[in-house]
Nanobody, 115 residues
């Protein structure tokens, strides 16, 4: 069983920054991909950013140039650095991992961007 535990969410003013972390219960290099998704109230869950085992990354158009996904293989942790945050970035952010046809999800962490 894979466990993913997110942390780092909170309340931030527009233009501010946050870094989300996702600690995995096994080597993150064992996953085909890892990523961050978000879900705002009344909206569907959407991909924010993901990284493959080989290190390739892709981002939603709405966050390109502002968010950066990265990982630390030594501590089995995935990160999402979020800069220049906007009110429309407000959502619950979920860590995801995909391995051999199975998706795993964290419990989510709330990010609120408001003045």
């Amino acid at each position: 069983q894979v466990q993913l535990v997110e942390s780092g969410g909170g309340l931030v003013q527009p233009g501010g920054s946050l870094r989300l972390s996702c600690a995995a219960s096994r080597s993150i290099l064992s996953f085909n991909t890892m990523g961050w998704y978000r879900q705002a109230p009344g909206k569907e869950r959407e991909l924010v950013a993901r990284i493959t085992v080989g290190g390739s990354t892709d981002y939603a158009e709405s966050v390109k140039g502002r968010f950066t996904i990265s990982r630390d293989n030594g501590v089995n942790t995935l990160y999402l650095q979020m800069n220049s945050l906007k009110p429309e970035d407000t959502a619950v952010y979920y860590c995801n991992s995909f391995r051999y046809g199975t998706n795993y999800w964290g419990q989510g962490t709330q990010v609120t961007v408001s003045s």
